[in-house]
């Protein structure tokens, strides 16, 4: 029996130990972008520090391997436990030390997870288990652990109990291990009364902070926003923030401004109009991105228009700007007009299986901040997206800031003429964001922006339209390579570009 609980508890703390790194991966993720070199980073550490755990596994005597067993559990369910909700306040709080915090807490879990395999090992090997079984049933159990937490984790823990409440629940699985074993092996070991004492007092605080984790997130999202949040979820794609300040109304994605309703407006307008003015004739938009419906709002203002296909990867995004009646009125309805058609999918395996063609398409993708958003700035998906837009339509993509980001705006540019299409730059400034980027390209090659709109306008004339086509001496173009699949040149240009104007 005690040999069962042993090898159960492999797969117990293999749960635990993956949950942690992932924890640390998504986290580090939406806080600072480039999933890739936060997951790289963060894994490397981990293991290394796995490696340095099972080295120092050797020094603990054999009598005490099932106490230092306990002790550990206790050690790594209290740390990794807290540690999602400590680098959340960190970084709402105090920006400046996370990377330190997030490297030193993984090097900490890692070791101690590091020991716990070793030990259970020496324990079983202690109760003559042959060493053929021994390392087959641990390692079985080592991986089924693994592989669980592995699936759970996207599919379950991280959208429906969020990263701060994940980190607590396997904390309490950790100290359940400890419980069950100190149970177990009662009659062996020393001090059982104040390692039971021990072992509730982090269990407490562990079931408090799973208890408190939306408070503790709310708290977080106040330091790191400073407005009132109205609306927060985390989906298994992305946390979404809506914040508001008197009237005004701002949408977070990952932590990055993506609108404020004060000057929202002046981005929709140049995102859609330059196009659409230009094309009294359309009747077909697709829009990619854009699950706030802004967009959506200024293209259905066209009665020539008969269907908008909007195609947005989150179904929350999507749901919260249809439903929420702060976020209706912002968007005029829009997602309730019967000619729109909402689609929740990945924009790039849509297009791959979309037979159909569109006047105009509007690109209004989140800045190419990671690798999972820069395939959609790349040739082939350009190329994918050529093949649905009629020869004489126009394609806009939002294409951040020519001003602050130069070499990724002129990437853009450079990506969307090396699959064919002919480009006319611009740029408009919302104050929310400085000077912002679009580029408007067409499979004919025929293009002249409008002198003129039959619809108001609140931003666009003549005069602004002019300027918005003409780039200043310091925003001239920049001879850039396009963005390509294997490469994604673009999200380290992106990077960057914006670090500079961080520093």
């Known amino acids: 029996m005690t040999k069962k609980i042993l090898i159960l508890s492999v797969f117990v703390v293999a749960s635990c130990g993956l949950a942690y790194e992932l924890i640390a991966g998504a986290l580090s993720s939406y806080l600072l972008g480039d999933s890739i070199l936060q997951f790289s980073t963060i894994i490397g550490c981990y293991l ?7 080295h120092f596994s050797k020094y603990v005597n054999d009598e005490d391997v099932l106490a230092r067993f306990i002790d550990i559990e206790l050690a ?14 960190t970084f709402s709080w105090m920006t400046a030390p996370f990377r330190t915090l997030l490297y030193v807490l993984v ?27 021994l390392v087959s049933r641990v390692l079985t159990f080592d991986y089924l652990g693994a592989l669980a937490v592995s699936l759970l984790f996207p599919l379950v823990l991280a959208p429906y109990l969020g990263l701060v409440r994940t980190g607590f629940l396997f904390g309490m699985l950790n100290v359940g291990v400890a419980f069950w074993t100190l149970y177990a092996f009662r009659a062996e070991l020393a001090d059982v009364g104040g390692r039971a004492l021990r072992a509730s007092a982090v269990m407490f605080a562990l ?11 709310e708290w977080g999202e106040h330091g790191l926003f400073g407005d009132e949040v109205i609306f927060s979820t985390s989906t298994p794609y992305q946390r979404l923030v809506v914040t508001r300040w008197k009237d005004d109304l701002r949408l977070y994605i990952n932590g990055n401004l993506q609108f404020s309703s004060r000057d929202e407006y002046r981005y929709h307008e140049a995102l859609v109009h330059p196009a659409l003015a230009a094309l009294p004739w359309a009747k077909r938009v697709l829009v990619l991105g854009g699950g706030d419906g802004l967009a959506l709002r200024e293209i259905l203002r066209y009665p020539n228009i008969e269907q908008v296909t909007l195609v947005d990867l989150d179904p929350a995004m ?12 912002l968007n005029h309805g829009s997602f309730h007009d019967p000619r ?3 689609i929740n999918a990945d924009a790039a395996i849509w297009l791959q299986q979309a037979d159909g063609m569109f006047d105009a398409a509007i690109v209004d993708f989140p800045d190419p901040s990671s690798f999972a958003l820069g395939k959609l700035y790349s040739v082939p998906f350009y190329g994918m997206l050529k093949k649905h837009v009629a020869a004489n339509g126009l394609i806009v993509v939002q294409s951040t800031s020519p001003f602050f980001a130069p070499h990724a705006f002129w990437t853009i540019d450079a990506t969307l003429r090396d ?6 730059p611009y ?9 912002w980027g679009f580029i408007l390209a067409s499979p004919q090659g025929r293009y002249t922006p409008p002198i003129s709109y039959a619809l108001p306008m609140r931003y666009l004339n003549a005069e602004t339209t002019r300027e918005m086509f003409s780039f200043p001496p310091d925003m001239q173009r920049k001879a850039m390579a396009p963005n390509r699949l294997n490469t994604q040149s673009l999200v380290r240009e992106f990077e960057q570009d914006w670090r500079q104007v961080i520093r």
């Open 427 to 435: 740029h408009a400034y919302v104050p929310s964001f400085g000077e």
């Open 207 to 217: 079931v408090l902070g799973f208890a408190l984790s939306d408070r503790m997130v």
């Open 419 to 424: 699959v064919g299409l002919s480009t006319w």
């Open 48 to 54: 290394f520090a796995m490696g340095v755990g099972a």
């Open 318 to 329: 999507t749901k919260a700007f249809a439903s929420r009646a702060e976020l209706v009125k």
């Open 340 to 342: 729109v058609k909402v």
């Open 107 to 133: 090097f900490m879990v890692g070791a101690l997870v590091g020991m716990e395999v070793p030990l259970v090992m020496r324990a079983l090997n202690a109760r003559r288990t042959e060493f053929n079984e």
């Open 76 to 89: 790594v369910g209290l740390i990794g436990g807290v540690s999602a909700a400590l680098l959340f306040m």
